[in-house]
């Protein structure tokens, strides 16, 4: 069975960083590609960000562009967003989803219970 976990959410200031894990249980995760999705209560999901199966092509959406970055460690079976200079406008629950194939242009089988940033003074 897999399981995604995410972790590191929080309550960070304007302008601080924040970096939120995803661990991966059930899976060969090095075999797939993974993204970040976020969803603001009453709003649609909004792609954040993707990484191949390997780590070799990342993708970020223009909105976070400069401030987030995706990566990960197959050994650890866990995916990463480190996001700086945090607005009040990344205030989410951000999710990580693991898609069916080795990039990004695949549908997404799995999907966490998500982890709560909140970025307020």
């Known amino acids: 069975q897999v399981q995604l976990v995410e972790s590191g959410g929080g309550l960070v200031q304007p302008g601080g960083s924040l970096r939120v894990s995803c661990t991966a249980s059930?899976?060969?995760?090095?075999?797939?590609?993974m993204s970040w999705v976020r969803q603001v209560p009453g709003k649609g999901l909004e792609w954040v960000s993707g990484i191949d199966h390997t780590g070799s092509n990342r993708y970020i959406a223009d909105s976070v562009k400069c401030r987030f970055a995706i990566s990960r460690d197959n050994g650890k079976n866990t995916l990463y967003l480190q996001m700086n200079s945090l607005t009040p406008e990344d205030t989410d629950l951000y999710y990580c989803c693991r898609a069916s194939g080795a990039t990004v242009y695949n549908e997404y089988d799995n999907w966490g219970q998500g982890t709560q940033v909140t970025v307020s003074s």
């Open positions: 059930g899976l060969t995760f090095g075999s797939y590609a």
